[in-house]
Structure formats: structure tokens, C-alpha cells
């Protein structure tokens, strides 16, 4: 791959899942966070398959001039390549799974049974009270046969295929996996010894007594489906009914694999292709059971805490945590949150004091992932309820995530909340905050600036940062961004935020810009970058002019990185580096040498093209220099990580960053932890 100019965007996907995977069969990690990344390993592929491999077969399926016209790539190539990457990696997690995770269990006498025939008498026992119990009345069966038309398979369900003796017939029955847990803890068979098996099991015990004709054998299939919406290229009507719409049409989509038991004949897996209309593409072999997302709730029966990770739990950011009132402290100085290092309470804290504040007016919010349950929403309803004017910008097109948004939505308005939806074909990812406060002297305004979620569920696990802030400088502009968001058609002129669709591109150019001029004139120029991925060409190919006039470019990438390091004459000047841990790296910063003058933002934002060009996205700087120089810190701990940084080379190999033989071994997060602890 060393002459390439670019990363394929999936490859490069696929290599950073691939680090995922590493976590799985990395003994360092506790057993029960290596069956975690087994989990999230699957479920990135489920995800994968049901939007970018349903993409590719849809290029693929365009007429020939038409594809020659707008791709740049021939679908059917790639779409073959990244089969044949996710098949090597298929092996590679039976493998790990296999060899690794079972036998390992059973040192902590833990055994997953996976054939009923195994269980001992008392372990049939309690599968037959809870078949009788809790599976039977959920279950409902029907009949495949050739040339007939068969039942709808539900996205991502898992289904027995059953074959009877002497009969052409086939039978059909849905695993319920949604209302009943995938694994069960079997009654013991001898002393210190834990069953689990697996749901499925119990349902293939019981099959004989669920059909009329003798059950000959039974397989398991799970297929995928189209998940795109597509709505992104609609311009017109109620954006919110289309996606309404869209969602009960989301299950219905075309199928982009069928996953099935390897065991299955060859004869039966024809008859399956014909009878449910499916292409020898759309067919992928699997082992006995699917679904391994569901492993995030693999049962610890003894509740051993040396099979996860040691807790971090957050921790008190001290001036937040000993103030009386957080607008007082807010208006005396900004304060810089570390998430999940951190505690989010102090946002909702600050929405309960606005709340109650009788000086507040105004809370403005955008929201793109909502939390079930939502904390803040309850924050907001009760602002509502207080009498404040309560305006909430819900992200409409957030994908899987739309049901929650927009049941969310209906929540605020039932309150009183004045809520308003993306436009379309526009989506609104910045995470903003602004409460707008009667003062001696007038208004004046507070905001919460963040690289992350409003929503208590991911701010436990993703690394991110937040800045309460009172500076006018950022706040005014803050409420500009909330004025565009009202009226897209008006753009405003921003002077220290970044503000996509309309300057960040251009902004980004021009400190880019300035690093290669001060290059050139032989002054100190570097750039450090970090965000979840790098796609977008133009940037990829400023990086590279920035890095042959002597610019030295340091890049922390989390998941997709188009751009091609260490090439003489394109990109020598640049590493990479990938970090997956514990806590998924979520913050986006950039910084800037700037002449020694050096600048440095945090973002919603990575540089693909539709955080630049196609979503509303706010880039602001940290101009408190106690912060800048914490967050410098932070990023000097993630570029000395050689535990579980991966070198993002030319050929994606994916190989961790060696330490010196015998010397320290450097772990961001835990440093990080420990850092921000000796702070607290």
C-alpha cells in the first residue's frame, strides 16, 4: 500500500474495528472487558454491513455510465476486498473466542454450555420450567416452502431454521432474545462450578415439542438490513414525518447479509437462498450462534471484580465541586471538564440552578444523542415549569438514534419547551448550551461548549471535554449559532468560534496556511491534531503540502484515517497514532504552533466532509491559559502512550507503539485518571 495517496474509507474502518479486536485477544485486559470488545466488535460490523456494504451494493447496482459518472471507485472491487477483510476477521474472532475466552472462563469454573445435551438432570429441570414458564408464550412458528411466499425476517432477530425427517416442509421459529435475556445461569451441576448457556439452547431443547413431525435438526440465521434512511438528499416538506416514516420503513430494508450456522447443508442453504430470494452474495457462514453484541451482558455469577477493569469513578473537579453557586464561579473564570474522568453532574447541576434562578430567562440547547431517561430533559421540563423560555434543537437524522430524539422532543413540547428540528439535509452535531441570565447591568450570557453528547449514558464512557464559559467573546457568538440554527439562510459572522457549514473549512485552511508559511520562513511549525476520523481529501491534501514544506504534524486518530503517513515526498513529516482503551476517545482538539503564539480549539468536528460542508458544527477556542496548558498536558500523555496506541502506518498493520526494552510503559487513560486525581 506504500504508493497510495489515500486510504479507502471502509478499509481504513475495517483496520480501526481490527484494533477493536486486538483489545479482545490482549491478555493484559480482564476477561470480562475482552468479551466486552468481542461485543463491540460485533456490533460496529452489524452496523457496518447494514449501512456501508448496503451503500456499495447500492453503487454497485447503479447503470454502468451512471457509476462511471459520480464514483470514483469501482463498487464491485471494493466491495470484494472488504468482504475478504471482514472474513479474515470473522476467523480471527472465533479464534480468540475458541482458544481464549472459553477455555479462560472455565479456569474461574465457569462454563457456557452450548448443547442442552450436556446439561445434568437439574440443569433440564430448570430448562423445561422456564420453556414452560417464561419462552413458550412468546414463541410462534410457521412453515417454509419452495415457491411460496415466506415470513418477513425482522432485522438483526435471530430465527431457527428447522429440517424434519421425511418431510420437504421446513419450520421457522424467532429466537426472542429481545424480551428475554440471551444468557441464562444454569442451577450448578457440582459444587463451585457456574452453568450459563445460552437462550437458544433451551428453544433448540424444546423444538420437537413446538412442531408436529419429528425435528431431523436446527439452524440458526440472523440476516441484516438496509439501515440508511436516505433522506439526506431531500429538500423539501416536514422533515420530521419523513423520518417517522423512514423508521417504520428502516426494519423492511433490502437484506445485506444472512448470516447462517456454517453446519447448515449445502442443500439447505440453496433452498433457504431461494426460498427467501437472496443472492450468494447476501450469504455469510457463521458458527452455531449470532449476535455476539449480546455478550455485553455475559453473566458473572460470582461477581468477581478482577474479571473487569479496576473502577474509575468520576472524579470532583474541584472548583465545581466546593462552589455555592456555579454561575457565581462561571462568571469569575471558565472551568474545563474532563469526561468520563470527570463528573458530568455539574451539568446538570448548572441546568437545576437555571431552573431555579429567578435572574434566568432563556435556556437554548442543541441535542444530538439523547439519553433514555434523560436527566437533563427532566432538567429542562422543570426549567419549563419554573417559567423559563426553554428553546431545545433536536438533531432529527442522528442515525439509531432518532426514535430517542424525537420521542424526547415531544417530551419538551409537552412542557412547554419551544422545540425545533434540523432542516434537511442539514444536521446539527455541535453540542452547545446557553442560558441567558438578567444581571446588574443587563444580560448577560453563560454556555456550556462541548466535544460530547448531552446524554449521562455516554458521558461515562467516552472521553470528552467541556468548557462552562461566561467570556463574551465566545458566548454572544454562541448565540449566534443558536440565531443560524433559527434561520440557516442568514449566515452570521463568527471572529473566534468555527462555525460549520459556512467558515470552518476556511478557518481551518488558514491556520493550516499559516504553519506552512511560518515553515517556510524557518520559524517553529507544527500542528497536533486529534479527532475521531480524517476523511475529507482537500485536508488530507493540505496535510500533505503542510508536510513537504517542513511542517511536523502529529495525528491522533481514533477510527477512519484516510491520509497516508511516513510516504517520502507526500507525508513524511506526519505520524499517526490510534488509541483504543477503556473509554472510547471521542474529544476532537487541535492545536497550533502559530508562530509560538499557539492556538488551541476543541470540536464536535473531525475533518471529514460532512462535518465540514453538510452539519452545523462549532470549533472553539481555549483561551484561559491554566486550560490550555491542562489539555496540553492531556495530549502529551496520549503521544507517549505505548500501551494502547497502535501506529497507523502505510500498510495498516496495526501495530502497537513499541516502548524502550525495560523501560516505563505509558497509558493515557490511566495517566490521565491519575493526573486529573492528584488535581482533585
Known amino acids: 500500500m506504500a504508493n497510495l495517496r489515500f486510504f479507502n474509507r471502509d478499509i481504513s474502518w475495517l483496520a480501526f474495528n481490527h484494533r477493536v479486536l486486538q483489545e479482545a485477544r490482549d491478555l493484559s485486559v480482564p476477561l470480562y472487558e475482552r468479551i466486552k470488545f468481542l461485543a463491540i466488535f460485533s456490533s460496529n460490523l452489524d452496523e457496518f454491513f447494514r449501512v456501508r456494504i448496503s451503500a456499495l451494493r447500492y453503487f454497485k447496482r447503479l447503470p454502468r455510465e451512471q457509476r462511471k459518472a459520480l464514483l470514483d471507485f469501482k463498487p464491485k472491487k471494493e466491495l470484494r476486498e472488504v468482504l475478504d477483510i471482514i472474513h479474515s476477521h470473522q476467523i480471527e474472532l472465533g479464534a480468540i473466542f475458541r482458544d481464549q475466552i472459553l477455555p479462560e472462563l472455565r479456569q474461574y469454573d465457569i462454563f457456557l454450555l452450548t448443547d442442552y445435551r450436556d446439561f445434568a438432570p437439574v440443569q433440564q429441570s430448570f430448562a423445561q420450567t422456564f420453556f414452560n414458564d417464561h419462552l413458550r408464550p412468546l414463541l410462534a412458528t410457521s412453515f417454509l416452502q419452495d415457491g411460496e411466499s415466506p415470513p418477513f425476517l425482522e432485522n438483526r432477530n435471530l430465527y431457527f431454521i428447522v429440517e424434519f425427517t421425511g418431510r420437504q416442509a421446513l419450520g421457522l421459529v424467532s429466537i426472542p432474545t429481545t424480551d428475554l435475556p440471551r444468557f441464562l445461569v444454569l442451577p450448578a451441576a457440582a459444587p463451585e462450578e457456574h452453568a450459563v448457556t445460552f437462550l437458544d439452547e433451551i428453544l433448540r431443547m424444546h423444538l420437537p415439542t413446538l412442531f408436529p413431525y419429528p425435528v431431523q435438526a436446527a439452524y440458526e440465521v440472523k440476516i441484516s438490513r438496509d439501515a ?31 448470516l447462517y450456522d456454517a453446519a447448515m447443508p449445502v442443500e439447505l442453504l440453496h433452498r433457504i437462498k431461494a426460498i427467501f430470494g437472496l443472492k450468494k452474495p447476501d450469504l455469510f457462514p457463521g458458527a452455531r450462534y449470532h449476535n455476539f453484541h449480546d455478550f455485553m451482558s455475559f453473566p458473572n455469577p460470582d461477581g468477581l471484580a478482577s474479571l473487569h477493569d479496576d473502577p474509575m469513578l468520576p472524579l470532583a473537579c474541584p472548583p465545581m465541586e466546593e462552589a455555592g453557586s456555579l454561575f457565581e464561579l462561571i462568571a469569575k473564570e471558565d472551568q474545563l471538564l474532563h469526561l468520563p474522568y470527570q463528573k458530568f453532574d455539574y451539568l446538570l447541576r448548572f441546568l437545576e440552578e437555571a431552573a431555579a434562578d429567578p435572574a434566568v430567562e432563556v435556556i437554548q440547547i442543541t441535542m444530538y444523542r439523547v439519553a433514555s431517561r434523560s436527566g437533563v430533559v427532566q432538567r429542562l421540563k422543570a426549567a419549563c415549569e419554573a417559567g423559563k423560555t426553554v428553546i431545545a434543537f433536536i438533531e432529527a437524522k442522528a442515525r439509531f438514534d432518532e ?48 466535544t460530547g453528547n448531552f446524554n449521562e449514558k455516554t458521558a461515562r464512557i467516552y472521553a470528552d471535554h467541556g468548557l462552562f464559559t461566561a467570556d463574551p467573546r465566545l458566548t454572544d457568538e454562541a448565540a449566534g ?40 520562513e524557518g520559524k517553529p511549525a507544527f500542528m497536533i491534531l486529534k479527532m475521531n476520523s480524517l476523511e475529507d481529501p482537500d485536508m488530507v491534501e493540505l496535510l500533505y503540502r503542510a508536510s513537504n514544506a517542513g511542517v511536523r504534524i502529529q495525528l491522533l486518530i481514533r477510527g477512519i484515517c484516510c491520509l497516508v503517513p511516513g510516504v517520502p515526498g507526500q507525508s513524511e513529516h506526519i505520524e499517526v497514532v490510534s488509541i483504543i482503551d477503556r473509554f472510547l476517545e471521542h474529544a476532537r482538539v487541535y492545536w497550533f504552533a502559530n508562530g509560538g503564539e499557539e492556538v488551541l480549539y476543541l470540536a464536535s468536528a473531525d475533518w471529514m466532509t460532512r462535518n465540514l460542508d453538510r452539519r452545523v458544527e462549532v470549533v472553539f477556542p481555549i483561551y484561559h491559559t491554566g486550560h490550555a496548558a491542562e489539555l496540553k498536558h492531556l495530549i502529551h500523555l496520549q503521544l507517549r502512550d505505548n500501551a494502547k496506541a497502535r501506529i497507523v502506518d502505510d500498510d495498516l498493520s496495526n501495530s502497537y507503539k513499541p516502548s524502550l526494552p525495560g523501560g516505563p510503559v ?10 486529573l486525581q492528584s488535581k482533585s
Open 666 to 675: 505509558y497509558r493515557a487513560q490511566t495517566d490521565t485518571y491519575a493526573f
Open 228 to 258: 440508511e434512511l436516505y433522506i439526506d438528499d431531500e429538500y423539501s416538506g416536514d422533515l420530521v414525518g419523513k423520518i417517522r416514516n423512514s423508521l417504520s420503513q428502516r426494519a423492511l430494508g433490502l437484506p445485506t447479509r444472512l
Open 403 to 450: 426514535a430517542s430524539n424525537l420521542e424526547a422532543g415531544q417530551e419538551l413540547e409537552l412542557a412547554g419547551a419551544t422545540v425545533l428540528y434540523s432542516h434537511p439535509g442539514l444536521k446539527v452535531h455541535s453540542k452547545l448550551l446557553l442560558i441567558d441570565r438578567r444581571e446588574k447591568g443587563g444580560l448577560r450570557r453563560y454556555a456550556y461548549l462541548s
Open 481 to 520: 449559532v443558536f440565531e443560524l440554527l433559527r434561520d440557516p439562510a442568514q449566515p452570521k459572522l463568527f471572529h473566534h468560534l468555527l462555525v460549520s457549514p459556512y467558515y470552518a473549512r476556511a478557518r481551518f485552511f488558514d491556520l493550516v496556511q499559516r504553519e506552512i508559511d511560518y515553515a517556510m
